[in-house]
């Protein structure tokens, strides 16, 4: 199990404590990404190391220690994917894990002994959540209101206008049946996708072999739809990168023309 540490000077001597223990356990491979000092510094700098990696994954879990453990958790819980509890007791960290399966356990060095910690991550590394239980039911109903939430923040933040249209046609689309041909329905994970970095770059050519540099993350987003169509279709070739759409229909037309064709 991958664990990361992370606190602010307020948190550092208990941090450092805890990373101690840590060691002793052998199915534990602990990274601190600091702060490494008691020296001040600004919480969430250190909050968003751990929280980032366990919302992508690259953690397992993690463990953010500050003065009080409210801005640590504050910060933590921004991010998606992240569960992050506050914990006082060993009971409090059993059922935080047991319950609601979270993954970044978030300590106050004011406010919680530090004779109290061992009992409190043997508890935490002891749970486990179990999935398919009414509370994975419950933890699934957090995840869907994040993303109910969040959905579109950015525009949020420039315009919020625009995004009051937008959050209207959402609304729109679920409570109606959609009668006109041209319009369909696509997820949120299509519609970032499409409005992704990769919308609006040059990448006229084929992977490996572009008109411009700087196109090897395109040209693995192509491999996949490559792949994945010639999985969808059964094919043995495919081709998803045309120059442009018109360009792709002209060339399946002339394909298709015999000589005397009219």
């Known amino acids: ?25 052998a199915e534990v491979e602990t990274t601190d990404f600091g702060t490494y000092s ?10 968003v190391e751990v929280s980032r990696r366990v919302s992508e994954g690259v953690l397992d879990q993690g463990v953010l220690v500050c003065t009080t453990g ?8 921004k991010f998606p994917r992240v569960r992050a509890a506050q914990v006082f007791t060993a009971k409090m960290a059993r059922m935080a ?7 970044v356990l978030v300590l106050g060095a004011a406010v919680t002994p530090l004779e109290d910690i061992p009992a409190i991550l043997d508890a935490w590394f002891a ?28 525009i949020h933040e420039r315009d919020t206008e625009i995004y009051a249209a937008i959050q209207g046609e959402m609304k729109r689309q679920r409570q109606n049946v959609e009668l006109i041909a041209s319009e369909n329905y696509v997820s949120r ?15 006229e050519g084929y992977p490996g072999k572009r008109y411009y540099n ?49």
């Open 189 to 203: 994970a299509v519609r970032e996708a499409q409005g992704s970095v990769l919308t609006n770059k040059y990448a």
């Open 214 to 262: 700087g196109c090897e993350f395109v040209d693995e987003a192509e491999r996949l739809a490559l792949e994945r169509a010639k999985q969808l279709f059964g094919a043995e070739h495919a081709n998803v990168q045309p120059h442009s759409g018109s360009g792709a229909n002209m060339a399946v037309y002339f394909a298709m023309l015999q000589p005397g064709d009219t």
């Open 38 to 47: 008691p020296e001040s510094v600004d919480y969430p700098d250190f909050a």
């Open 1 to 25: 199990m991958k664990i990361g540490l992370g606190s602010d000077h307020g948190g550092f001597e208990m941090k450092q404590k805890i990373k101690d223990w840590l060691a002793a356990r």
């Open 70 to 77: 409210v801005g640590m958790a504050m910060t933590a819980n």
């Open 97 to 103: 894990r047991e319950h609601n399966n979270a993954n």
């Open 127 to 154: 749970a486990e959540f179990e999935p398919g239980s009414r509370h994975d039911r419950r933890v699934q109903k957090i995840n869907a209101c994040a993303l109910r939430v969040t959905s579109p923040e950015a």
